[in-house]
């Protein structure tokens, strides 16, 4: 017999309190710098009293690490396998746009990086795990590329690469923060980035695959 039982409309009530409330200290972490936000700030926002917001997140770095949970959600896409030198290439590509826009939306955690890690061990075990994931998957890509014959390196040049890759998109928008870029970002911000970070993968290319990068190129040079 189908369950027919009413949903809970307390636990949807709240669920979608604490939706509020992240996304609220969500917006006012990107806007202000996670440092320079109260838990009291973000219930004043929001118009609750600090105990209604306390009553669903116990302080602040729970709010953090909540965020950071649907920062590596939305982080881990899987490209998937690609077969051939054109197609990896579009899914490198679009594999690295894609971490940016997601570091971009959650640009908080990256602008007060070193300190959060420091005093959070949760969340240094959540970020080292999932550069190790994006690691993999880069180098990945790179190997789909070696056994098409779209690029010449070693395991080790591999290995290395990645590791480069992930250094350059981690810290891509703290840069442009200090050359003064705005405090927004457009697609073709995002797609500059992952030029500059493809600009590491072009010198080990060959034949088409790097025919194919210099298209894929061209929108953000010119």
């Known amino acids: ?131 190790d994931a994006k690691t993999g998957t880069v180098a990945a890509l790179c190997e789909a590329l070696v056994r098409s014959r779209s690029m010449r390196a070693s395991p080790e040049e591999i290995r290395a690469l990645a590791r480069n890759v992930l250094v350059v998109s981690t810290y891509w928008l703290n840069f442009q923060a200090l050359r003064g870029v705005r405090d927004d970002v457009s697609p073709r911000d995002l797609g500059l980035g992952a030029y500059q970070v493809m600009a590491l993968v072009s010198p080990y290319l060959v034949g088409e695959a790097r025919a194919h990068l210099d298209r894929l190129s061209r929108d953000y040079l010119e």
């Open 1 to 131: 017999m189908p369950n027919t039982r009413a949903p809970d409309g307390n636990a949807i009530r709240t669920q979608r309190t604490r939706e509020r409330i992240l996304a609220e200290s969500l917006r006012l972490f990107n806007a202000r710098g996670e440092p320079n936000v109260t838990t009291g700030q973000v219930a004043s926002a929001l118009r609750m009293s600090p105990g209604n917001l306390y009553y669903h997140f116990r302080n602040k770095d729970q709010i953090v690490e909540h965020l950071f949970e649907a920062f590596e959600a939305r982080i881990g896409v899987d490209p998937g396998e690609a077969f051939d030198g054109p197609a990896a290439m579009e899914d490198l590509w679009l594999y690295l746009h894609l971490m940016l826009e997601a570091i971009w939306d959650y640009r908080f955690l990256y602008r007060n990086l070193d300190d959060l890690l420091a005093r959070n061990r949760r969340l240094r075990t959540g970020f080292n795990r999932m550069i």
